[in-house]
C-alpha cells in the first residue's frame, strides 16, 4: 500500500501501521507509557485535521513523526520531566528509611514491549530497539533538553539523517548535529548502567530468572541476595525511597517488606527487561491480591535493579495482568 493516503479509510490504515512506533517515540521522549499514547492520540487527531494540507511533499510517516515531535516538545515546554527514586534522593538506610510519595507526575513509568517495539526480522535493530526502551536509558534522556532529546532519538535510535531531521525541526544540519554532540556528551556524563535485554533469554539468563522466581516465592531472602549484585539498588515507585547494597535490600525484605512473603510472581516484560507481575497474599486468606510491577535489570548474571512500581491499579492492566490469582491458579502453579 502507498504511504500516501487518498481516502479516510486510507489514512486511518496508513497511520495505524506507524501507531507502534511512534508510542516508542514519544514514550522515550516522554517517559511516561500513558503520556504516549495521549500523544499518539493527539498527533493522530492533528493528522486528520490537516491532512487535506498535506501535499506529500514528504512521506506519511516523516510528516506523522514531524506531528509527534511537535506534540511532545509542547507537553515538555512546562520542564516536566519524568524521573526515577534514584534521581531525586540519595540511597537510604533500611533501619531508618522513611517512605515518602510523590506525584504520578514524577515517575519515569514502565512500558509493555508490545505497545513500543515493532516487530522486525532483523536481530540488531531488535536489539537496538529494546535496548533505547530500558529503564537506564530513557531515565537518562530525560536529563536533556526537549529537543536535544528528539535529535538524539530521531538520529541514534530511529537511524534519521541529519538532513532528515533538519528538516523535521526546521533548523539547519549544523544545528542538528551540534544538538546531537551536547546530547552524546550529557549522556556519557551520566554514566548509563548497563542491564541486558530479556526477549528471548539466553540460558543463563533463563536460569537466574528461575532462580529468582524459586527464592522470591520460598522467600529465602538469604537464596535470593546470593542472586543480587553487590550494588543493587531496589526501588518503590510512587514512594522516593531507595536502597542499595545486597545487605539494605535483605533486611528490607525481612522487615518493612516482610508482608511479600508468600507472594506468588507472574511472568511478563517490560522495556525490553524481564519482569514480573507480584501477589500478595490476600487478606481473606483466599487467593492472591497485586502488589507490584517489578521490572528486573540484569548485568553479568547479577540482577543489579530491582524497580517495584507499586500502582497496580494503572500497571496490571496495561501489561494484561491478571486481577488476582485464585485457587486455581495455585493448583496450576503447583502441577
Known amino acids: ?13 496508513a497511520m495505524d501501521r ?15 507509557s500513558f503520556d504516549a499514547e495521549d500523544a499518539v492520540q493527539d498527533t493522530y487527531i492533528r493528522a486528520w485535521r490537516a491532512h487535506e494540507k498535506f501535499e506529500g ?22 520542564g516536566n520531566k519524568r524521573a526515577r527514586p534514584m534521581d531525586l534522593t540519595a540511597p537510604q538506610h533500611q533501619a531508618s528509611a522513611v ?54 532519538i530521531l538520529r541514534e535510535v530511529l537511524a534519521w539523517k541529519a538532513d532528515e531531521v533538519a528538516q523535521l525541526l526546521e533548523t539547519t544540519v549544523a544545528s542538528v ?17 548497563e542491564s541486558e535485554a ?14 529468582y522466581l524459586s527464592a522470591f516465592e520460598a522467600y529465602d531472602i538469604s537464596r535470593l541476595t546470593t542472586l543480587l549484585h553487590e550494588d543493587a539498588v531496589l526501588s518503590m515507585p510512587p514512594f522516593d525511597l531507595w536502597l ?8 528490607w525484605h525481612l522487615n518493612q ?11 511478563t516484560t517490560a522495556n525490553g527487561l524481564p519482569a514480573f507481575g507480584q501477589y500478595r497474599p490476600a487478606q481473606s486468606g483466599k487467593g492472591h491480591t497485586p502488589w507490584a510491577l517489578q521490572v528486573l535489570e540484569i548485568s553479568d548474571g547479577k540482577i543489579v535493579g530491582l524497580n517495584a512500581f507499586l500502582d497496580t491499579d494503572r500497571w496490571f492492566p496495561l501489561f494484561g495482568l491478571p486481577e488476582q490469582l485464585d485457587e486455581t491458579y495455585e493448583v496450576q502453579q503447583g502441577a
Not at 511533499?57 to 512546562?78: E, P
Not at 516482610?258 to 507472574?266: D, E
Request: hydrophobic fraction near 45%; aromatic fraction near 4%.
Open 244 to 251: 542499595q547494597g545486597q545487605a539494605d535490600i535483605a533486611a
Open 1 to 13: 500500500m502507498s504511504d500516501l493516503a487518498t481516502t479516510p479509510l486510507d489514512l486511518d490504515a
Open 177 to 193: 548535529n551540534s544538538a546531537l554532540q551536547r546530547a552524546r556528551a550529557t549522556l556519557a556524563g551520566s554514566r548509563i548502567r
Open 99 to 152: 517512605l515518602s510519595e510523590r506525584p504520578e507526575v514524577t515517575w519515569l513509568e514502565p512500558v509493555p514491549d508490545g505497545r513500543v517495539l515493532p516487530q522486525t526480522a532483523d536481530p540488531a535493530e531488535m536489539a537496538l530497539a529494546k535496548e533505547s526502551v530500558r529503564l537506564a536509558f530513557v531515565a537518562a534522556l530525560q536529563h536533556l533538553p526537549a529537543k536535544q532529546r528528539a535529535v538524539l
Open 57 to 78: 511533499r514528504s512521506s506519511l510517516r516523516s510528516w506523522l513523526y514531524r506531528i509527534a515531535t511537535n506534540v511532545c516538545l509542547d507537553l515538555l515546554s512546562a
Open 198 to 211: 530479556a526477549d528471548p533469554l539466553d540460558a543463563d539468563q533463563a536460569k537466574l530468572l528461575e532462580q
Open 18 to 32: 506507524y501507531r507502534v512506533e511512534l508510542t516508542g517515540y514519544c514514550y522515550r521522549m516522554l517517559g511516561s
Open 257 to 267: 517488606g516482610i508482608g511479600c512473603k508468600g507472594s506468588r510472581l507472574v511472568p
